[in-house]
């Protein structure tokens, strides 16, 4: 698939009507992942041999006909019963994803209830991987799939924000991921390195291969008949975190012998990590009735979200073609399934993320909850998110050199904490001093005080390298916050490096070190400051807005 970014981006996302029109007409298109042994023209045929997944095989069933039903291959009555093979649990799955509308942002992320902005977007996204489920011991083939593990031939994703190009590409050092999904949505995560904020974003598609199967009414059902959809089926096939109320239906629209076309339409009122969105999907599947499993589907999504505390809110709408093909054997994936440990939730020490900033000059590994808010040059700030609430902050940045020879003790940081403070310190807590595990030489200072009247705690770290580059880190929460943060600041220090990017570091001027003009500790001023915003980073990466 070309990755070219269109220009002219319509400041109005697509109607449903429009793309409706669209998904009857368009041509498939499928790319085979590069560098595989298997060679573009042979998967496509191997993709269309078996049933009819070429899109002009549905066009019979227009899906801009929906108010209407094709009796192309059976009687209205005649009925026939759909099932699915439970016992398949490997796919080749790839899906193409094609995103326009508008993203919704403060327009400074850190100010509360300030000036929103409005940017047209429009991204592309490509995956195409290989597929694995996994079940925990004693689950039977009905049980809902609540794992798998996936071996990413191609995972990249282009686009355009306002006026800047964008692109992602999944290393390929993180090409095997595990994805848990007992609570959505998807848990993703790589047992060979850390992935990325943009890596985790691009991964989380906006329709899950795995739950597809689930959407068809095992049942017996007539040419045009139509049935609900369980609210917790829709959740999982969204990955959504929740599904409030819903009007969606599949149809029906006409089978034979060797494959049944079904369309879905409606209204989905759910939320995402505790933001409420509300979905309008119309889409269309084939079901190969030999292989017992859905092999197609072109689903089109308009999505309203509210903006979140670290994620935009959104008025896109996608359009998302997927082709799937069972496997009798892994082609990619290890020939024995991953080993997951059901009983206990994902491995913590997996779900950290690879943080960098070039502004400030660092790079190490932080808690998934963390989301960087604005990085600029003098200063990166990031947010502690769970479940849409702000539990921290961090600001980090770059200090002056000192004279060679020189260090700042742990007495004078101390004193310079005390007075950048003012009146808003209250105790020194802890501090200590010492090397980190990537020998960077360590001062940190724990205080608490009060910032109008709320009690609030601050953690102040000062890291310096044998080449003189400095950098202060301090977090900033409330006092119920603290069990919270449960060790970030520890885990970012044992995994911090000094990478020397930033321009703002230079020669110090001053053989001393001056309170304020040197350290420029970030503490905040206002409740405000430490309390969740409703805010995004003015910088997105293309896949942001089609996960959740």
Do not use: C
């Not at 045929?45 to 227009?62: D, E, H, I, M, N």
């Not at 326009?100 to 992320?109: C, F, R, S």
């Not at 049935?227 to 959504?240: E, K, P």
């Not at 916050?481 to 321009?503: E, F, I, M, R, W």
Request: aromatic share 4%; proline share 4%.
């Amino acid at each position: 698939m070309s990755h070219r970014l269109r220009h002219g981006i319509s400041s109005r996302p697509l109607s449903l009507e429009t793309l409706v029109e669209e998904l009857s007409q368009a041509k498939w298109r499928t790319v085979s992942p590069a560098g595989e042994n298997h060679s573009r023209r042979r998967f496509l045929r191997s993709l269309s041999s078996g049933t009819a997944l070429a899109f002009a095989t549905v066009a019979g069933s227009s899906l801009a006909g929906i108010g209407g039903v094709s009796h192309a291959t059976a009687n209205a009555a005649d009925e026939i019963r759909l099932s699915v093979n439970k016992n398949q649990d490997l796919f080749r799955v790839r899906m193409e994803i094609d995103v326009k509308g508008n993203v919704n942002l403060v327009a400074d992320p850190l100010v509360r209830n300030g000036k929103r902005r409005m940017l047209p977007l429009e991204a592309n996204l490509t995956l195409d991987f290989e597929e694995r489920f996994l079940r925990p011991s004693g689950a039977t083939a009905a049980s809902a799939i609540i794992a798998a593990e996936r071996r990413f031939h191609e995972a990249v994703g282009t686009g355009r924000l306002s006026k800047s190009d964008q692109q992602i590409e999944l290393r390929e050092s993180v090409r095997e991921v595990i994805a848990r999904r007992e609570q959505l949505p998807e848990t993703i995560y790589s047992h060979q390195e850390y992935l990325t904020h943009e890596e985790v974003d691009l991964l989380r598609t906006p329709i899950a291969s795995a739950a597809i199967d689930a959407l068809v009414p095992e049942q017996l059902m007539r040419t045009g008949e139509k049935a609900s959809i369980a609210a917790a089926d829709l959740a999982s096939f969204f990955n959504l975190s929740s599904v409030a109320t819903s009007d969606v239906e599949i149809e029906l629209v006409s089978a034979d012998a060797a494959e049944a076309k079904l369309q879905l339409r409606g209204k989905i009122d759910g939320s995402v990590s505790g933001v409420p969105t509300l979905l309008r999907v119309v889409g269309k599947m084939t079901l190969d009735r030999g292989a017992g499993a859905v092999t197609w589907a072109a689903i089109a999504i308009h999505e309203t979200r509210e903006i979140g505390n670290a994620e935009p809110g959104f008025d896109v709408t996608a359009t998302i073609r997927m082709v799937r093909k069972p496997l009798s054997n892994p082609q990619s994936l290890s020939s024995k399934p991953a080993k997951i440990a059901f009983d206990e939730p994902p491995p913590q020490d997996r779900l950290l993320v690879a943080m960098s900033s070039k502004h400030v000059g660092v790079q190490g590994l932080m808690d998934r909850r963390w989301r960087v808010m604005k990085d600029l040059p003098g200063e990166a700030i990031l947010r502690m998110i769970e479940n849409d609430r702000s539990i921290a902050q961090l600001n980090m940045r770059p200090l002056a050199r000192l004279p060679a020879g020189e260090q700042l003790t742990l007495e004078a940081f101390e004193s310079d904490v005390q007075k950048t403070l003012g009146d808003r310190f209250g105790e020194l807590i802890e501090s200590q001093e010492g090397v980190t595990d990537g020998g960077l030489r360590m001062l940190r200072v724990v205080v608490g005080g009060q910032v109008e009247g709320v009690p609030i705690q601050w953690i102040m770290m000062h890291f310096s390298d044998d080449n003189r580059h400095r950098v202060l880190a301090t977090w900033t929460m409330d006092g119920q916050s603290v069990p919270q943060l449960a060790g970030s600041d520890t885990q970012l220090a044992a995994s911090l490096q000094l990478t020397g990017d930033s321009k703002d570091t230079g020669e110090s001027d001053s053989p001393g070190v001056k309170n304020s003009k040197n350290l420029e500790l970030s503490a905040a001023q206002t409740v405000d400051e430490v309390e969740s915003e409703a805010a995004i980073a003015a910088s997105l990466s293309p896949s942001d807005v089609k996960t959740r």
